[in-house]
């Protein structure tokens, strides 16, 4: 069901951003450009930290919300979605993080 719902989420995300900026904060954000997308999730991200520091669950909660919320809307900007971060995170699975953060360099 969660994967479902992320790519039923990443399908609205590319229908609206050929949608008017007047009436969708999706395309707001695609018409102001990846700085702007940037930004919001620069901003999701310190509002995030900020809850957690706070151990507030509530907001932690409503705060990552928000920031994969943005991350979508990013993903979708680089014709991307979420399958590909999926991928990712199944390519690293059982993978040692260690061995992982090693192999990047």
């Known amino acids: 069901m969660e994967y479902e719902l992320l790519?039923?989420?990443?399908?609205?995300?590319?229908e609206r951003k050929q949608a008017d900026p007047d009436s969708s904060y999706v395309a707001s954000l695609h018409s102001r450009g990846e700085d702007t997308i940037l930004k919001k999730i620069g901003e999701e991200s310190a509002e995030l930290i900020i809850a957690g520091k706070t151990?507030?669950?509530?907001?932690?909660?409503?705060?990552?919300a928000?920031?994969?919320?943005?991350?979508?809307?990013?993903?979708?900007?680089?014709?991307?979605?979420?399958?590909?971060?999926?991928?990712?995170?199944?390519?690293?699975?059982g993978q040692s993080g260690v061995d992982?953060?090693?192999?990047?360099k």
């Open 55 to 64: 151990r507030d669950r509530q907001a932690v909660v409503h705060e990552t």
């Open 66 to 93: 928000d920031l994969w919320f943005h991350s979508l809307v990013l993903l979708s900007s680089l014709d991307l979605g979420p399958n590909d971060v999926l991928l990712e995170l199944d390519r690293r699975f």
């Open 7 to 14: 790519n039923k989420l990443a399908e609205v995300l590319e």
């Open 100 to 104: 992982e953060k090693a192999s990047r």
